[in-house]
Structure formats: C-alpha cells, structure tokens
C-alpha cells in the first residue's frame, strides 16, 4: 500500500492545500519498504489531485485540509486523515503502530480526523 504525508519544512504541513511536497510511502507487511518525495509548485488543486491519485497513494495524512480538496480526493478513492501535526518520521511510526490518534500528533480543535 501507498500512502503520502503532506509536508512542510521537517513537518507535517499545516494546510494540505498549500502543501509544496509529499512524502511518499510504500508500506510492506506494516513496514516502510521505501521512501521518496515528490514537489507541488503552483500546481491547482484539481491537478495535484490527478497526481497524488496517479501516484497509486490510498491514505493521505495531513494538518487542515479545505472541504473542496477533501472531496475531491475522497472521490478519488483516497482516504484522508487529517488533524495531525509532527515529525514525519514520528507521524508514520505512529500511523503503522496504530497510535495515530494520540494527543501530541492532534492539532488543537482536532479529535479523530473531525474538527471539534
């Protein structure tokens, strides 16, 4: 399975919409199996939508993410988990022992991937 983090510096982008990379993940029997980034420059949403879903990504994990793009991604047979904030290496390690949810990866108004 693939799955991306929106990135933003060393961590998790605040905003999936004004993201400018990707961390790509190919998971292997819930582990990390390789790694690459890929870059957004100027591209609209509607086409970074196109890529991310030709990119083969299932899950998506992000700070804020706008309800436009959320539903088009959502169409797109990708799902999102958005509310999280951190290290990406801390955010995925969490994510592939099930411990995602926990209060340091929430941004504050966020409760399991819903706005509070």
């Given at each position: 399975?693939?799955?991306?983090?929106?990135?933003?510096?060393?961590?998790?982008?605040?905003?999936?919409?004004?993201?400018?990379?990707?961390?790509?993940?190919?998971?292997?029997?819930?582990?990390?199996?390789?790694?690459?980034?890929?870059?957004?420059?100027?591209?609209?949403?509607?086409?970074?939508?196109?890529?991310?879903?030709?990119?083969?990504?299932?899950?998506?994990?992000?700070?804020?993410?706008?309800?436009?793009?959320?539903?088009?991604?959502?169409?797109?047979?990708?799902?999102?988990?958005?509310?999280?904030?951190?290290?990406?290496?801390?955010?995925?390690?969490?994510?592939?022992?099930?411990?995602?949810?926990?209060?340091?990866?929430?941004?504050?108004?966020f409760h399991r991937n819903k706005a509070c």
């Amino acid at each position: 399975m693939k799955m991306a983090i929106s990135m933003w510096e060393d961590r998790i982008s605040p905003v999936l919409d004004a993201a400018s990379r990707l961390l790509i993940v190919e998971i292997v029997n819930q582990k990390e199996a390789s790694c690459f980034e890929t870059y957004f420059e100027g591209e609209e949403l509607p086409h970074r939508c196109v890529r991310i879903r030709g990119l083969g990504i299932r899950t998506l994990i992000c700070g804020a993410v706008s309800t436009s793009f959320s539903k088009m991604l959502e169409a797109s047979g990708i799902n999102i988990i958005s509310g999280i904030s951190g290290h990406p290496e801390a955010v995925l390690d969490a994510y592939l022992r099930g411990n995602l949810y926990h209060s340091k990866f929430l941004m504050p108004g966020f409760h399991r991937n819903k706005a509070c």
